[in-house]
T-cell receptor
Framework: LAKTTQPISMDSYEGQEVNITCSHN???????ITWYQQFPSQGPRFIIQ?????VTNEVASLFIPADRKSSTLSLPRVSLSDTAVYYC??????????????WGLGTSLAVNP | EAGVAQSPRYKIIEKRQSVAFWCNPI?????LYWYQQILGQGPKLLIQ????????DSQLPKDRFSAERLKGVDSTLKIQPAKLEDSAVYLC??????????????FGPGTRLTVL
């Protein structure tokens, strides 16, 4: 069963860059790494997804080494509104080759003023 | 584009009562998911539909939970009878494709269920 490991919590200050590293030793060869953000009382929201090397969008960057056994979500210059839980996800495939995301506990990021 | 809609947002019932949750996915999305999220934990997949067929219900407690997706659009999740441990947020999500490795899930706001 594919699964991920990430820190339970992190603290940062406004304006800093935050890097959250996730390990996924058993990721499937063809699977992507996906990150979601969840605020209290809301459903998770897609942030970024990648397969290898580096992906960047308007919100974050995702760094994936060649062996793909880990990935790092980078949030540049965080603000108080980035306080949330961040989930790193890989897929698990059933007999019918349908993909199921395996959700762990996530990383609770607290941004302080 | 309208997001995933869920109702009700909050529900309080007593144990052994029944409850139903409704979800309207994003228009055109083939895949619909129901998750249970207990406070402090990540979402746990209960059931996944592709159009109106079930592709994964391995973690659905079938003795008390049921779900259907009528005509491959709206979906209803029911609990009968409810137990104290069913207190959680029930999230509905939808995705455009067939749950391949790049398929992005879009979540609704969730229904917070409290069982007394």
């Amino acid at each position: 069963l594919a699964k991920t490991t990430q820190p339970i919590s992190m603290d940062s200050y406004e304006g800093q860059e935050v890097n959250i590293t996730c390990s996924h030793n058993n990721i499937a060869t063809n699977d992507y790494i996906t990150w979601y953000q969840q605020f209290p009382s809301q459903g998770p929201r897609f942030i970024i997804q990648g397969y290898k090397t580096k992906v960047t969008n308007e919100v974050a960057s995702l760094f994936i080494p060649a062996d793909r056994k880990s990935s790092t979500l980078s949030l540049p210059r965080v603000s108080l509104s980035d306080t949330a839980v961040y989930y790193c996800l890989v897929g698990d495939y059933n007999a019918g080759n349908n993909r199921k995301l395996i959700w762990g506990l996530g990383t609770s990021l607290a941004v302080n003023p | 584009e309208a997001g995933v809609a869920q109702s009700p947002r909050y529900k309080i019932i007593e144990k052994r009562q029944s409850v139903a949750f409704w979800c309207n996915p994003i228009s055109g999305h083939a895949t619909l998911y129901w998750y249970q999220q207990i406070l402090g934990q990540g979402p746990k997949l209960l059931i996944q539909f592709q159009n109106n067929g079930v592709v994964d219900d391995s973690q659905l407690p079938k003795d008390r939970f049921s779900a259907e997706r009528l005509k491959g659009v709206d979906s209803t999740l029911k609990i009968q009878p409810a137990k104290l441990e069913d207190s959680a947020v029930y999230l509905c999500a939808s995705s455009p494709g067939t749950s391949d490795s790049t398929d992005t899930q879009y979540f609704g706001p969730g229904t917070r269920l409290t069982v007394l």
